[in-house]
């Protein structure tokens, strides 16, 4: 009796895994979609309040650093839908994803950033990262090309 047909009991609990898995990114993906969905309206929103509140059409600088650290926010958010689904249709973590969230995040933490509330070693310790995060970039999309 041939026991090709049979799946073994390991086999059918890794499908159950694999199944698990596969709901619960998608699952992620559908929840991921939402957010940046109602953070795309709470952003709207809030550019419609700066600009009809007196004076109107003008937006103070304070009012600029908040809207476009929403922004930076969205896409990081963005970039990691993308690293979601890549890993639903590759299984692998693209390293370039990574990169790219990570690098965004921290260009958004810079731009928000209010330099009298930190010391000169916190500023180029953030300086530091913002490099090492473009080099790994850098270095890893000129080794191989983006499967994207």
């Known amino acids: 009796m041939s026991t090709e047909s049979t799946p073994s009991p390991g086999g059918r609990l890794g499908l159950v895994i694999k199944k698990f898995e596969r ?11 939402v957010v940046l969905f109602l953070s795309t309206l709470e952003l709207g929103w ?24 929403f922004v930076l926010l969205i896409l990081i958010g963005v970039e990691l839908l993308e690293t979601i689904k890549a890993y639903l249709r590759d ?3 693209h ?3 990574v990169l790219e969230v990570a690098l965004i995040a ?12 930190y010391d000169g ?3 180029l ?5 913002v490099v090492a ?12 090309p983006s499967g994207r």
């Not at 921290?106 to 509330?117: E, G, N």
């Open 46 to 69: 809030i550019i419609l309040q700066d600009i009809i509140t007196p004076p109107i059409l003008l937006l103070e600088v304070d009012e600029l650093l908040e809207i476009f650290g």
């Open 23 to 33: 709901f619960v990114i998608v699952s992620i993906i559908v929840m991921m979609m």
């Open 95 to 97: 390293v370039e994803i």
């Open 121 to 123: 070693v916190s500023v």
């Open 91 to 93: 299984n692998v973590v």
């Open 133 to 144: 995060l473009a080099g790994a970039l850098f270095l890893r999309t000129s080794r191989a």
């Open 125 to 129: 310790a953030i300086a530091a990262l």
């Open 106 to 117: 921290i260009a958004r933490k810079v731009i928000v950033l209010d330099l009298s509330k």
